[in-house]
């Protein structure tokens, strides 16, 4: 049985960083399907024009007629649009290259960098988890997600200028948790691309949990083949070889995520039942 937080509707984790080619679509596909494998009913949101998290789950982008940018332009319901993917329990919120205009189009509206929030806010309640793939920028549309976010995920690649950019990217969040979403946090930091034969990726990780401390995930993602084959079958890696080094780093990641947010699969209740049916 799940324990669900009462108070909060499914909660929305944006999967964020600037910096290109740090595994951050990777996560988020692989989160989400993690998430609904452990039986938690999840919706990815694509939110980069790139569309690499649509295609990801087998969805091509050019079918795409209607997506999160209609939603967000032209107030099209998400309920009407959602995609029910082959992992049970994950759906996905499509994305298409016209998300590109938005950040134009969105400029000079009213609550402009509130519009994905009431975009999310039709469909949270029927979610778990709702995990939000962000372009790799800080523009209106990232904006727009972190404000519409619980908390964020930060992917940082084991790489020599792992820690490039991020003052920026966390400057970022407090300024959206000061003006637009008191309520953000941060979820964790994300170590990806870790190879363990590579002196540099060990001195990344020291670098990172120096800094960060418990800022930091337990769970680091190895590099690995399957992960990489995987989008070029439109699969997660759960669904492209669930024994893969991949699909182990992304459960281990989804459970961490769930012990972080008290919704194990076993209810505190019932474990006091069962110490009590023992004496």
């Given amino acids: 049985m799940k324990t669900i937080n009462k108070k909060k509707l499914g909660k929305i984790i944006a999967i964020a960083n600037q910096k290109g080619g740090v595994g951050k679509t990777t996560t988020a596909i692989n989160l989400a399907a993690s998430l609904a494998v452990l039986e938690f009913k999840t919706l990815l949101v694509d939110a980069d024009p790139q569309a690499n998290a649509t295609s990801g789950v087998g969805f091509d982008p050019r079918n795409i007629k209607t997506s ?38 969105i400029i000079n509206l009213p609550n402009r960098e509130q519009l994905m929030k009431g975009v999310l806010d039709k ?6 988890f709702v995990i939000i793939d962000c372009s790799p920028s800080l523009g209106l549309v990232t904006l727009n997600a972190m404000s519409a976010a619980d908390s964020v995920i930060i992917p940082v690649q084991c790489e020599y200028f792992a820690l490039e ?20 946090q941060i979820e964790g930091i994300l170590l990806t691309m870790y190879d363990v034969r590579l002196r540099l990726s060990n001195q990344v990780v020291d670098e990172v949990k120096k ?28 669904m492209h070889d669930v024994s893969s080094k991949g699909a182990t780093n992304y459960l281990n990641l989804a459970r961490e995520i769930l012990q972080k ?15 009590k049916d023992e004496h």
């Fill in 211 to 238: 800094h960060f401390q418990e800022m930091v995930f337990d769970t680091i993602i190895q590099r690995n083949t399957k992960l990489g084959e995987a989008p070029s079958f439109g699969q997660t890696i759960i």
């Fill in 123 to 128: 469909v949270r309640d029927n979610y778990d």
């Fill in 261 to 275: 947010n008290n919704m194990t699969k076993i209810n505190q209740e019932d474990k006091i039942i069962t110490l």
């Fill in 165 to 184: 950019g991020l003052g920026k990217l966390l400057n970022t969040i407090k300024i959206v948790q000061q003006r637009l979403n008191p309520e953000l």
């Fill in 68 to 105: 999160v940018y209609e939603c967000i332009i032209n107030d099209v319901d998400p309920i009407d649009i959602l995609l029910k993917t082959d992992t049970p329990n994950l759906d996905l919120l499509p994305s298409h290259i016209d998300l590109v205009g938005a950040e134009i189009e």
